[in-house]
């Protein structure tokens, strides 16, 4: 069992206490009701909220943060990224899982959706750090269904053979409609409708990707396209989503897709349009926050996120009453623990233990007249303080078991790949 004495829940004083992976009571003055062991943390300064939800990351490319920034899209992949990714070896993914979960960690995030190469070795480094996350198998097949066909052999295998860690589920990730074949969507769409399993794919990131596919496909856009196959359905999860007409949103909005917003990725890669927010919203869209990989971002403070995405609405509609604190705090807790089904994303008894301990002794935290309007628009996530996912203690106090190693080691990796390619 785990007490937390004397942490702040809604403006008041209060102490938690958490058995197994539950919160089972919330109250005052719970360590004369309890008995028997007990980890015994002092919440004193501060205030308890859900951890948050990363909706979309590439975990492993932390090792590529600040290569090949400020750079066109195009010559950024092909010159920087593409080759340092073909040399990276199983190391370099494992000390690139574990530096981003520690950095997600760090920042108040307990649950990450995956979409990168070697799943297998995120769940192994999900062995030695616990957090919780959707681990996605990657499809991507370069438009040859001859190479997508062997990875759908061991896409297979992989479900047959692996059970996940408690928290951890599983799906599969398509790439994108212009570097997956349509035979690989269509055995992607088959497969996860007979097993029930998510899809997360990028979809209408940019202009370029929408101009293509309807030159490609007499005159289609992306989801129109996908519509085509019959590819999308409420298990569908969608990065980007920018360049959407008001008939790709009907469309999105009938199939139940869930969207993800990812606000500084595409800022910072040059987008050129911001997420149409608010006409998503009036259709009911679900819609989740990402940053996407640590090298279009460049970090994983979903902190930063929330306000980047609050600032980018306000800033592009002229209104200021678009996206508030309050519902883009909602996006990256409790409504992603809905879309992901973790029991999850606020604090009261019977929930999910799942939760941060943000610091209240912050200057940018006084006065603490709205605590949400500072956590979105004032902190950032180096306010966390401490970390329970699953009712496990993932950090404390700021401090984390073998940060040290990871962060140098990580950095070794790092020199050697961006070094082998300049
Ligand atoms: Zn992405």
């Not at 990224?81 to 190391?91: A, D, K, L, S, Y």
Request: hydrophobic share 40%.
């Amino acid at each position: 069992m785990i007490l937390i004495e004397n942490t702040m829940l809604n403006g008041k004083g209060t102490d938690i206490l958490i058995h197994e992976n539950k919160i089972v009571r919330i109250g005052s003055d719970l360590q004369s009701e309890t008995t028997g062991d007990m980890q015994v943390i002092n919440g004193q300064g501060t205030a308890v909220l859900s951890s948050l939800f990363n909706g979309h990351t590439h975990s492993p490319m932390v090792l590529l943060r600040g290569f090949g920034d400020d750079l066109p899209l195009h010559q950024w992949l092909t010159d920087c990224i593409w080759p340092v990714e073909g040399q990276m070896t199983e190391e370099d993914y494992l000390m690139g899982y574990r530096l981003a979960f520690l950095e997600m960690i760090k920042s108040g995030t307990g649950f990450f959706n995956e979409m990168y190469m070697f799943p297998r070795l995120a769940l192994k480094v999900l062995e030695e750090i616990p957090m919780k996350g959707l681990v996605n198998y990657p499809i991507i097949d370069g438009l040859d269904w001859e190479s997508g066909k062997k990875q759908s052999e061991d896409c297979e295998l992989f479900f047959k053979e692996t059970i996940p860690p408690e928290g951890v589920q599983l799906g599969i990730a398509a790439h994108s409609i212009y570097a997956n074949s349509e035979s690989s969507l269509c055995w992607i769409r088959d497969f996860t409708s007979e097993n029930n399993l998510k899809i997360h794919i990028h979809l209408s990131e940019t202009e370029k990707e929408v101009e293509d596919c309807k030159a490609a496909h007499g005159g289609m856009s992306p989801v129109e396209y996908l519509h085509s196959l019959d590819f999308l359905s409420d298990r569908v999860l969608a990065a980007h989503c920018v360049w959407l007409s008001n008939s790709d949103m009907e469309i999105l909005a009938r199939m139940a897709v869930t969207v993800i917003h990812n606000p500084v990725s595409n800022m910072k890669l040059a987008t050129g349009r911001a997420f149409p927010y608010a006409q998503l919203k009036e259709r009911g869209v679900p819609i989740l926050l990402g940053t996407d990989g640590a090298a279009s971002n460049n970090n994983l403070d979903l902190f930063e996120e929330m306000k980047v995405a609050a600032l980018l609405q306000k800033h592009q509609s002229g209104d200021p009453t678009v996206m508030t604190a309050g519902e883009i705090f909602h996006i990256a807790s409790k409504g992603a623990a809905d879309i992901f089904g973790t029991g999850g994303g606020d604090i009261r008894e019977g929930a999910a233990a799942d939760l941060i301990l943000v610091d209240l002794d912050r200057p940018e935290m006084v006065p603490l007249t709205n605590i949400t309007s500072n956590l979105v628009y004032s902190t950032s996530g180096n306010c966390v303080r401490t970390l329970i996912s699953g009712g496990r203690i993932l950090m404390e106090n700021r401090m984390f078991e073998g940060e040290d190693e990871i962060r140098n080691k990580a950095s070794v990796c790092a020199a050697r790949l961006v070094g082998e390619t300049l």
